[in-house]
């Protein structure tokens, strides 16, 4: 399993952030299993790496601190710059091998529906992620979801998905994930517009002409 350095600090404040971040470290807070958070401090681009490599969902053991070494932890939030997208501080929560967690999971399109590629539908994707219940060593890194079979005007539902044994799905079963519509039409004129557009610009027209008398009477 992979590790991550860090070290607990014993500051906190926004004054303490900055300095830590002017140093290429991040703060961080770890949580979990009826323990006090943890502040701690990391350096940023190891976690970035590992969170390419293998996921937002992976597991790995943290390193260095004695007092925290070797606990396993999960991701549980990231704060990122908000233009430059850097990290800026992370949350981690220390979980249990033998307990159920909760994790968001993506979803992974397979196939072409035949209401896209017969009947020139469109495919609306409404839900990129499920709610998930299970072991953290069961957690998957997406779930694979067929829709070649969807028809224009169908709808692929929550509960129409299959998840490995061993994985709830905590996402409401109703909602639907995928569908293929109808593209929409472009709207043409109608006669009634056209006649209404064309009335309008006549009087416009003679309202026109009008004025343009007007000045003319004046001038005298």
Same mark, same amino acid.
């Given at each position: ?17 900055? %300095? ?24 940023p681009?190891g ?12 597991l ?19 704060q ?18 033998e ?7 993506s ?15 469109l ?15 069961a ?25 490995p %044994? ?19 039409a472009?709207a ?8 209404e ?11 026109a ?12």
């Open positions: 399993m992979s590790s991550i350095a860090v070290e607990v600090r014993e500051n906190a404040g926004k004054g303490v952030a900055r %300095k830590l971040r002017a140093a290429g470290r991040i703060p961080a807070v770890l949580y979990g299993q009826g323990r006090d958070p943890i502040s701690l401090d990391l350096e681009r976690l970035e790496r590992l969170l390419h490599d293998e996921g937002h969902n992976a790995f053991d943290l390193s260095g601190a004695a007092s925290v070494s070797g606990r396993t932890v999960l991701v549980k939030a990231l990122r710059h908000p233009v430059r997208g850097d990290l800026m501080h992370a949350d981690f929560f220390e979980i249990d091998a307990q159920t967690i909760t994790v968001s999971v979803l992974h399109l397979v196939g072409t529906p035949v209401g896209v590629a017969m009947d020139g539908g495919l609306d994707h409404s839900i990129r992620e499920l709610e998930l219940d299970c072991l953290p060593g957690i998957p890194e997406s779930i694979d979801v067929d829709v070649s079979e969807l028809h224009l005007g169908e709808t692929l539902h929550v509960s129409d998905i299959a998840t %044994k061993g994985v709830e799905i905590r996402t409401n079963a109703e909602l639907g994930v995928v569908s293929v519509v109808a593209p929409r472009e043409e004129p109608t006669v009634q517009a056209t006649e557009g064309a009335e309008a610009a006549a009087d416009a027209e003679g309202a002409e009008g004025a343009a008398d007007g000045d003319e009477g004046s001038d005298g």
